[in-house]
């Protein structure tokens, strides 16, 4: 009972609590406004809110400044774009095979060459204007003979009249009989196709000698090119090597031409005899991969020719399926006259320790070609056109961008009885290859193309280029102009230019003739640049230019090629593929 007493507690009334609680508030309401202050304050302290601490962290930071911005923006631009599936077949994709060490052959340079120091490698590189990047550089070679290639290939350079190599040929030869991966920038007209034609000759040899090819097998080396005319040249080197090999006694070596139209059938018939060599456009050749007409299981040597042009979007998917025929790792070389930061981030990730050989700023234009640009009304083209020709014998060729244009020309130099032939994507195979064959023949003095005939194509002895339209991008400039002025010989570059050309593009040739040290045209020299600090953000970058196309005239923010793209892509995503498409929806 006692205990009970002790743990009584007084029952208070509902209104009663009711009256305390309101009391108690009341006296907190009445502390003084300095205590609840200095509470506030004391609360503030232990635990800051985000907005203090952005602030203070903005604070912290060391001051970026504009120029570093940029060159920031444009890093950030470049990683977004090389982000992409790397140039390796689903098999090693899906195993996680890479490959860290270069596929090896048994060429060697003779003693004197393997005992140069590095201070003499690099004098002849000085003296040569050759620019490397790479881990264990092969030496330069000055000479032919000093390479090692059989006697009847050595006869055959010399009736060439190819008596030296040249530049990127004393430097890019060396480093691929070594067998080692190479990115080959140098301009058009340098010599390119012998250094990637001359290795693949030699390993199929070897091949052959140390097993003869069987019924089906092959290939062993693959050539890689964007158009059927670059194909075509390029298969014609390869022969012209190849008959004085098989006359002197050497083992048959059979390179297959494999591109589109022409007939399946009589490639098909190489194939069963065995062919060591393939030179070919994505189309057919992926094609012939896929109806398993042709397999890669013993390829192990790949050229891409006129690189940018293959793996910038055009045929970047069709190169990817034919990497993913390959069965083992092989040696991958990528060449070109333009090759963008872009576009060498991205091939690298195909290439295993490559050696980059440089012989003139990727893009730069060739110094043995006098460019001339004059300012020429839309309406008064075509009729000073005739006036142009009469600067040079011929032969000259025209570029154009559209087909209409290379129509209207031809047929209008053909009423003025000039001997002009025109080539362009629309006409057929037949055509074209009529066209190309009069026009190296010398039966024809003047070609007009669009730029199909830009890329690569090698015409003797061409003495002058007129552009009749300003192409777009500045690299179709390079490669245009890139077709005179070939192998030392000096040539005439006359290009048209009025209001319909964009101010980006003609910053970019402006800049591009002050690199070359031509002549600027007063309409060009009133252009304003675009950066006013754009020595800085090169200075800062290390990248000269756009890094995505090579214009020198502006910086990859304000790109027109990437700008064009990044439409095209929008567009694409936008398309209702479910839909009839509306008005002949179903075409």
């Not at 985000?50 to 604070?59: E, I």
């Not at 591109?259 to 005899?273: A, H, N, P, Y």
């Not at 040079?392 to 009885?417: Q, W």
């Not at 402006?510 to 309409?523: D, G, M, N, T, Y």
Request: glycine share 6%; proline share 6%; hydrophobic share 35%.
């Amino acid at each position: 009972m006692d205990m009970e007493e002790d743990d009584y507690q007084e029952y208070i009334p509902v209104a009663k609590r009711r009256a305390i609680e309101a009391q108690k508030i009341l006296q907190r309401k009445g502390k003084s406004a300095l205590e609840d202050d200095f509470e506030k304050s004391k609360l503030a302290e232990a635990k800051p809110s985000l907005l203090v601490k952005a602030s203070q962290l903005k604070r912290d930071q060391p001051e970026i400044s504009q120029t570093e911005q940029i060159v920031q923006q444009e890093k950030e631009m470049i990683e977004h774009l090389s982000d992409r599936k790397t140039l390796m077949s689903v098999r090693e994709l899906a195993k996680g095979i890479t490959y860290t060490e270069p596929l090896l052959t048994g060429w060697k340079p003779p003693l004197q060459i393997r005992r140069m120091s590095r201070k003499q490698c690099d004098a002849i590189r000085k003296q040569w204007h050759i620019i490397v990047d790479g881990e264990d550089i092969p030496p330069p070679i000055k000479n032919f003979r000093e390479m090692r290639f059989p006697e009847p290939i050595l006869k055959k350079l010399k009736a060439k009249g190819i008596v030296q190599p040249t530049p990127i040929q004393v430097q890019g030869l060396p480093v691929i009989l070594t067998g080692r991966d190479m990115i080959g920038i140098a301009f058009t007209g340098s010599g390119k196709t012998l250094v990637f034609v001359l290795p693949m000759i030699m390993i199929a040899l070897q091949e052959e000698i140390m097993m003869p090819i069987a019924p089906g097998e092959g290939p062993f080396g693959l050539i890689i090119c964007p158009s059927r005319e670059l194909a075509r040249q390029t298969y014609e080197v390869v022969e012209q090597f190849l008959i004085p090999m098989r006359e002197a006694g050497y083992p048959e070596l059979r390179p297959l031409l494999c591109i589109g139209g022409v007939d399946m059938r009589s490639q098909l018939e190489v194939v069963k005899k065995g062919v060591h060599i393939v030179v070919a456009t994505p189309g057919r050749l992926k094609d012939m991969l896929a109806k398993k007409k042709m397999n890669l299981d013993n390829c192990r040597y790949l050229t891409l020719d006129e690189a940018d042009r293959l793996v910038d979007l055009g045929f970047e998917d069709d190169i990817r399926e034919v990497f993913d025929h390959f069965k083992a790792q092989r040696q991958t070389l990528l060449f070109s006259a333009t090759m963008p930061t872009k576009i060498q981030n991205f091939a690298r990730s195909a290439l295993v320790k490559p050696v980059t050989v440089n012989v003139g700023r990727a893009g730069a234009a060739n110094l043995d070609v006098i460019q001339e640009v004059e300012y020429v009304k839309q309406e008064a083209k075509i009729v000073y056109l005739l006036e142009c020709l009469q600067k040079t014998p011929p032969p000259v060729l025209i570029f154009c961008e559209n087909k209409a244009d290379v129509d209207d020309i031809h047929e209008y130099l053909l009423l003025k009885g000039v001997e002009a032939v025109a080539i362009h994507g629309g006409k057929d195979q037949e055509e074209r290859e009529y066209a190309i064959m009069s026009f190296k023949a010398g039966k024809k003095d003047v070609l007009v193309a669009t730029d199909v005939a830009s890329k690569g194509l090698d015409f003797p002895d061409i003495q002058h280029v007129i552009n009749y339209d300003m192409p777009a991008e500045i690299e179709n400039y390079v490669h245009r102009i890139g077709r005179t002025g070939r192998c030392g010989k000096t040539g005439i570059a006359t290009t048209f230019i009025n209001k319909n050309q964009s101010e980006t593009t003609l910053l970019d040739l402006k800049h591009l003739l002050q690199e070359a040290k031509q002549r600027i045209p007063p309409v060009l020299a009133e252009l304003q640049d675009l950066n006013a600090d754009g020595e800085t953000i090169t200075n800062a970058s290390g990248v000269k230019g756009c890094a995505y196309c090579g214009g020198l005239g502006h910086r990859i923010r304000d790109c027109p090629k990437l700008e064009h793209q990044r439409s095209q892509q929008l567009a694409n995503s936008r398309r209702d593929y479910f839909g009839s498409g509306g008005y002949r929806g179903e075409i």
